[in-house]
């Protein structure tokens, strides 16, 4: 990886290592549908044991989502990053056999933290979560040159 | 069930009943260890699939213990209850074969919503995450009379 | 007022109302730049006594800036409503003499809870905060027809 | 001051500070009730100034309690801090005359930052908000030795 790399090039370098060792993302079926700096798109469909006791998606799963999203989008520039706090609003419930779509984007980047919002849909594109990360970058790359 | 019951013995009715009906909280090995009126106690041990691709815990995998417990909690009095909104502070990591413990206890109800916080600790006693979750009741009742 | 009235003149009419009755709003000097259904965007100029003890301004006034655009927002449609729960991020220090306004969008309404997204900047343009609130709708309305 | 001075008498000298130079907290005539090593209790006198345009107290002004009597928790070590990240939970509407005291408490505290837990009750002892706070230390002390 050269000094100056593509933008656009090293978040793609980026999310393909980090999807190849990843087996919570793995667990849950997630796939990866776009990537670029500062943001990122996955996709989840809810499937039976993903339920809890009310037969609807378990809150963890849609929070599993959304946080995957969260961190595709905030190690994207190839700096180490985790999550240091996360919000999440429930707003439908989320059936078995629902396709949802986690769009994660950048709200605010500056020192070693950040500000994401990731927006939950489902296959009707109802609005199902909204979900806001707070990022903290590590000294730490994701890829190394 | 009586139309007065003990609330002890009301919550461990509403929780057998959770339990042998949630597949998510099996999923992910959960074990309830403590039931009552307005709090809850789980458990669950990081096995490799929960990892991310930093090699530690999925903050889904830790926010979906926590919001279990939030469930066990809530639905405790047999007033069927969904979450709104709940915020996660992630403050340690989580790393494989750590014994997760999660502690739900009531802050506030009053008409149709209730607050509870929800506490992450490891089995060194350090807490690792803290939760808090907005309920909202349903017109329902969990198990029937 | 009709029964089926301009959704913007409905809205100018909801924020003539609040604004001539909301003494807090007028306390911290703060301005009404726009109104529309499900939006506001209010201003407020950081005085000396708005500081706190490091000589930045006071979380609590940026906070209810953006509380007040928010319900200026979620009240626009002639439905009472009040905040349940907010969130807010602080991504710069705000100085004596800075113009912050509060830029507020609905996210999200169903039912009768709503949420809404606040962005702070100042006067060079700069986020300095990011505010999330979700509304609880009563059953009244502002004004009468 | 010494190089290890008594925690309790390091709190309240970092207060006694803070409160002499804390515009904000006297505009809304905040008293300190308390301070401590990580704790700290405030009361505000709901004033008809606090209002807003539905009669009951403006969110920010609770939220300003909430958050100074955060910041005087968090600074009583004598480490400069400041808040990243907060989260109020509405739950009573608090009227004028209402006497509202905020108690603040350390919830975690480790590396750079830490989590307060804040509770506002009103003279019935009823609980009116919950609010929690995430801190952050700077490389600085409030008052020198």
Redesign the interface.
């Known amino acids: 990886m050269t000094a100056h790399p593509d933008p656009q090039a090293l978040a793609q370098a980026v999310a393909a ?3 190849a ?8 079926g997630m796939e990866l549908l776009a990537i670029g700096p500062g943001h990122a798109r996955l996709s989840m469909k809810v499937t ?8 609807v ?5 849609l ?6 999203a969260f ?1 595709y989008s905030c190690n994207s520039r190839n700096q ?1 990053t ?12 989320v059936q078995e056999g629902d396709q949802i779509i986690a769009t994660a984007s950048e ?2 980047l ?1 020192g070693r ?1 950040g ?1 994401y ?1 990731i927006v939950l849909t489902n296959q009707r594109e109802e ?1 199902v979560a ?1 979900f ?1 990360g ?1 990022s903290y970058r590590l000294k730490a790359h ?1 890829v190394s040159g």
Do not use: E, W, Y
């Open positions: 290592h980090m999807i060792h990843d087996p919570a993302t793995r667990l849950l039976a044991n993903m339920l809890n006791s009310q037969g998606c378990h809150g963890g799963m929070f599993a989502l959304a946080d995957s961190a180490a985790v999550a240091s706090a996360c919000t999440i609003d429930f707003l439908r419930p709200r605010s500056g933290t500000v919002d609005t909204l806001r707070k994701v």
